[in-house]
């Protein structure tokens, strides 16, 4: 949701860069922030995300194993600079063996969090907390059970919540909530949604939907703008703007008189590219230097024929000298990404 893509595969034969030099692009911009796709497959069907039936799934072979996924973030780790990874999906809790990854994972000292629907938190949140995992975002677009059944083709609202209440009490801090407005659909429930986070003292996040559908049915016209939701919470919250930290894509608000604070990431209307510190790897082992990417790096190619430490360093510094400068969306010369949110990882 962040920087525009190369205009071309970047190629993987520069040489390599040790240690502790940064991961910078042509812009200067530092690279510390890694996103990891576990499996592009998720038990949910949310109406803008995914089509009732399909996409097919990823053959588990082109997966990355445990061994390539650890060897990856190790690299990024030690040879990279990078300081914070984020496990996502599809769903990262349909990934076997969750909790032994995370514990192998947790020991390279990045700030390690995951991003989750919720649905199967309850009964895992305690063994990732154990294992080595500081904190979770949960989507959450709704407190009606109708409706969260409507939007996510899945009658699984309790076992959300359940989850939620889990995360909290295993530990994992911040819990942070993240729903996606739409209009005529859920953008009646925003002061709703804050006051449900600050009552359970949960983080809520607003995020501006993005053209990232699998069925590419994305509509700008449905999307609930930043300044439209601030307006809305604004008539009912006293709201003071809190101190942006880094490159943090979320602007944030803490609800004067509590400790309860409210974010909105704005990737569409307010695009933050200009201070992007993230990569991504999907599921099957493809760097991507953007979340609107129309080219990636194959860095399972280079792990399965033997590449050592050293090509597979020059390959990511490679990728990353040729990211763009913006998304670009909304422009003439914006491009829809061939893979959708599901199976880039969010």
């Known amino acids: 949701m962040n920087t525009a893509p190369p205009d071309t595969a970047p190629p993987v034969s520069a040489p390599p860069v040790s240690a502790p030099h940064p991961l910078v692009d042509r812009f200067g911009r530092v690279h510390t922030d890694l996103r990891v796709s576990l499996t592009d497959r998720c038990n949910l069907r949310c109406t803008y995300c995914m089509p009732a039936e399909g996409p097919g799934w990823l053959a588990r072979a082109e997966v990355l194993e445990d061994d390539e996924v650890v060897r990856l973030v190790r690299i990024a780790v030690e040879r990279l600079g990078v300081r914070s990874v984020r496990l996502t999906g599809g769903e990262p809790l349909l990934r076997r063996g969750l909790a032994g990854l995370v514990e192998r994972i947790a020991p390279l000292g990045v700030e390690l969090s995951l991003t989750t629907n919720g649905i199967g938190l309850a009964r895992t949140a305690a063994a990732l907390r154990e294992a080595g995992l500081g904190r979770v975002n949960v989507s959450l677009d709704t407190l009606r059970p109708e409706r969260f059944a409507a939007i996510t083709r899945r009658d699984r609202l309790g076992d959300v919540l359940a989850g939620l209440a889990a995360a909290k009490a295993a530990g994992l801090s ?159 010369d914006f491009v829809r990404p061939d893979r959708p949110m599901s199976a880039i990882g969010g």
């Open 174 to 332: 911040p819990v942070k909530v993240n729903a996606v407005p739409v209009r005529g659909v859920n953008d009646d429930e925003l002061v709703d949604l804050v006051s449900f986070a600050a009552g359970h003292g949960y983080r809520m996040r607003f995020i501006e939907s993005m053209p990232l559908d699998a069925q590419g049915a994305w509509d700008r016209s449905a999307m609930v703008s930043a300044a439209e939701i601030l307006a809305v919470l604004e008539e009912r919250f006293d709201l003071v703007p809190v101190l942006r930290h880094g490159n943090a894509p979320a602007e944030e608000w803490r609800i004067a008189g509590t400790d309860a604070v409210v974010g909105v990431i704005a990737s569409v209307t307010r695009p933050f590219c200009g201070g992007c510190d993230r990569v991504r790897l999907t599921a099957d082992g493809q760097l991507r230097t953007c979340l609107f990417a129309t080219a990636e790096s194959d860095l399972r190619a280079l792990l399965r024929g033997g590449a050592d430490d050293a090509a597979i360093e020059a390959a990511w510094r490679a990728a990353v000298l040729g990211k763009g400068p913006g998304h670009a969306i909304g422009s003439a």
